[in-house]
C-alpha cells in the first residue's frame, strides 16, 4: 500500500467478512467504494463460482487477490474501499451481506458497488462484459465504462453491458439500494484464448479497474 497511513480493518460476520480500507481523516476520502468477491470460498460444486480448467482455479480463487490490490490502489488514490468476501462455501451468504451493505451505505453512502466474476458457458463463447440494474443510469454508466476498460485491458472482445430486469439472472445482485452497482465478468474462463489472457493479465487487473473506476468518479 503506497498510502502508509491507511488502516485495514477485518469484521468477521457469520458467512463472510468485510475488510474497511481506510485513508487517514485528515486526507478526507473522495468516494467510498464496495468490491464484493464473486461467490465463496471453495470448490466448484460448493460455489467457488464458475472452474476454468485453462486457469485451474474458480473465480473466486482468481478475484480475491485482485480486489485486494485494489483496494490498496483504492486507498493510494484516496479512496475508502469495502471488500466484501464470503469465506464460507454456499449462497445462503448474499442475503446477510446485501444487508450489511445497504445499511453502511445508508449511514455513509458508496459511490460505487462492483462485483468481480468471469464467465463460463461453452468453449465458443468469448469477451468481456458488465451486468447492471436496467433502471440505473449510473449504473449503466459504469457498466458502459468498465466493459471498455476490462476489455482493452485483457484484449479480448467487449460484449454489450446488459441492464437486468426483474426475473432474469442474477438481477438480484445488482438491484440494490440506491448505489450503482456493476458485475463485472472480465471475459470467459471456458475459452481457452480468453483465459490465457485472463491469466496474463491478473496482475495487473486491479489497475484497469482502478483507471474505470476513476474515469466513472469523475477524478
Ligand atoms: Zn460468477
Redesign the pocket.
Known amino acids: 500500500m503506497e498510502n502508509e497511513t491507511a488502516t485495514i480493518e477485518k469484521i468477521e460476520y457469520e458467512g463472510f467478512d468485510v475488510l474497511q480500507y481506510r485513508v487517514p481523516e485528515e486526507d478526507f476520502p473522495m468516494a467510498k467504494i464496495a468490491v464484493f468477491v464473486?461467490?465463496s470460498g471453495g470448490k466448484s460444486n460448493s460455489d467457488g463460482?464458475?472452474y476454468s480448467k485453462t486457469l485451474g482455479m474458480g473465480?473466486w480463487t482468481y478475484n480475491l487477490p485482485v480486489a485486494f490490490a485494489y483496494a490498496d490502489e483504492a486507498v493510494s488514490c484516496g479512496l475508502d474501499c469495502d471488500v466484501f468476501v464470503r469465506s464460507e462455501p454456499g449462497w445462503k451468504g448474499w442475503k446477510p451481506m446485501k444487508d450489511q451493505l445497504n445499511k453502511n451505505h445508508a449511514e455513509d453512502p458508496y459511490a460505487l458497488h462492483l462485483m468481480l466474476?468471469?464467465?463460463a458457458y461453452n468453449e465458443r463463447f468469448h469477451g468481456s462484459f458488465t451486468m447492471y440494474w436496467h433502471k440505473s443510469k449510473n449504473g449503466k454508466r459504469a457498466a458502459t465504462i468498465f466493459t471498455k476498460v476490462v476489455s482493452e485491458h485483457f484484449n479480448v472482445v467487449a460484449r454489450d453491458p446488459r441492464g437486468l430486469k426483474p426475473k432474469m439472472r442474477a438481477n438480484h445482485l445488482v438491484k440494490l439500494g440506491h448505489m450503482p452497482s456493476v458485475i463485472v465478468?472480465a471475459a470467459f474462463g471456458s475459452n481457452v484464448d480468453d483465459a490465457k489472457k485472463l491469466f496474463a493479465g491478473r496482475d495487473t487487473y486491479h489497475e484497469a479497474l482502478m483507471e474505470a473506476t476513476l474515469i466513472y468518479l469523475d477524478f
Request: no cysteine.
Open positions: 464473486g461467490h463460482g464458475a473465480e466474476h468471469f464467465n465478468e
